[in-house]
């Protein structure tokens, strides 16, 4: 049961929230902040950045803030280097603050209409769901019910 809950959980993250397009953008931008410090780093004497390899390393160890990044050597690469710690991080901590707010938001931005509506066309499809579909709309129908049983109790 808690497996189908968490694989629930993710499918709603992936399907609801840019939570794949803004990983897929902070990646892109690790690897062309590391290619910028690599380009600058290249060839400097005392530079630990001597190849791609050590200026991605470079890049995670940088966004991670744990402070185990070597520093670069010139001017140019720390001034890249400050402005990828702080996109990164706002990127990598935005990512998680808007998927968390996005999808326990959800269900409060989404009107009554539209919810009734929602419930009428996965009925009409019904023969379409797979076993484990089913059983979760069973518990959630079922969980529905109680609610509603539960509100007209307090109401009268």
């Known amino acids: 049961m808690m497996g189908r809950r968490f694989r629930r959980f993710i499918g709603e993250i992936i399907n609801r929230t840019l939570f794949l ?8 931008l690790w690897m062309a902040f590391s290619a910028a410090i690599f380009l600058v780093e290249r060839g400097v004497e ?11 390393y470079w890049g995670i160890a940088a966004l991670s803030t744990a402070g185990i990044a070597d520093s670069p ?3 140019a690469s720390k001034l890249i280097g400050g402005v990828w ?17 996005a999808y326990f938001m959800r269900p409060v931005q ?9 419930i009428e066309y996965s009925l009409e499809e019904l023969d379409q ?19 509603v049983e539960h509100i007209k109790s307090q109401r009268q």
């Not at 397009?21 to 892109?28: K, T």
């Open 129 to 147: 769901l797979s076993v484990e579909e089913l059983d979760l709309l069973k518990e959630t129908v079922d969980t529905l019910i109680e609610h």
């Open 73 to 75: 050597v010139t001017g």
């Open 85 to 101: 710690i702080i996109i990164g991080s706002v990127l990598f901590f935005g990512i998680i603050v808007s998927t968390v707010t």
């Open 21 to 28: 397009q803004m990983v897929a953008l902070l990646a892109i």
């Open 46 to 56: 005392g530079s630990a950045i001597r190849s791609f390899g050590d200026a991605l």
């Open 110 to 118: 989404r009107p009554p209409d539209q919810l009734i509506e929602s």
